[in-house]
């Protein structure tokens, strides 16, 4: 399940009317942890904004999911209620939860949080819509470089298993083996995460001199 924690930046921007004004704004991003997520943001938006700029607060939020949509350039937050029914007391329950639903303006915002939950098959009620001033929303990266020097990525993983001597060991029997005439074909295999590609090299016997 997504943790989306919620990252005050605070840094002079240039306004309309050609005044430059100290503004804190907020940004959602999906990580680990408030160090991850404070990284991410800083990432995102230092290509974007001229000079100096420095993390105000960093909290994690109640936000349980998000309804996106490309065309909103606005973010609204759904205080919904799941209705269940008490079986001893025959009461019913409340269970509040936050949805972030992307859209446009209000009343998009609400058909978009409808479109969302269809096939939910709860009971539920809406409590509160409101407009937030979040900016911009940023997604898990797992390519992120982690702060915990004991959390390594995928490539430092890779890295590592490559130096163990286990597997340079492989490696030069393999090259031996090459050379003896002992391998006929290799087969090497890519992955860019997405697609994974193959391709065979014929290793030419050697010349018998004899």
Same mark, same amino acid.
């Given at each position: ?39 991410r943001v800083t990432e995102e ?29 606005k973010f609204y937050k759904v ?6 029914? &008490? *079986?001893?007391?025959? =009461?019913? +329950?409340?269970? %509040?939860?936050? $949805? #972030? ?13 409808e479109e969302g939950m269809k ?28 702060? &915990? *020097?004991?959390?390594? =990525?995928? +490539?430092?993983? %890779?890295?590592? $298993? #490559? ?48």
């Open positions: 399940m997504a943790q989306w924690i919620e990252v005050r930046v605070r840094y002079e921007r240039m306004m309309e009317n050609g005044i430059v004004k100290r503004v804190t704004e907020p940004y959602l991003a999906d990580a680990l942890s408030c160090t991850e997520a404070e990284a938006l230092t290509p974007f904004i001229s000079g100096e700029f420095r993390v105000t607060a960093v909290t994690v939020t109640k936000i349980s999911e998000i309804f996106w949509d490309e065309t909103g350039d205080k919904v209620n799941f209705i269940s029914l &008490d *079986e001893k007391s025959g =009461t019913e +329950k409340k269970n %509040a939860s936050f $949805i #972030l639903v992307q859209a446009s303006s209000f009343h998009q915002a609400y058909v978009n949080f096939g939910t098959m709860a009971d539920y009620e809406i409590e509160q819509i409101c407009e937030t001033k979040i900016m911009d929303v940023y997604q898990y990266n797992a390519d992120l470089t982690p702060k &915990d *020097e004991n959390d390594k =990525t995928p +490539k430092q993983e %890779a890295e590592k $298993i #490559l130096q163990s001597p286990e597997v340079k060991r492989h490696v030069k029997e393999f090259i031996d083996a090459c050379a003896e005439g002992g391998v006929e074909s290799v087969t090497m295999t890519a992955s860019d995460g997405k697609t994974v590609q193959s391709a065979t090299l014929e290793i030419p016997k050697p010349k018998d001199n004899g």
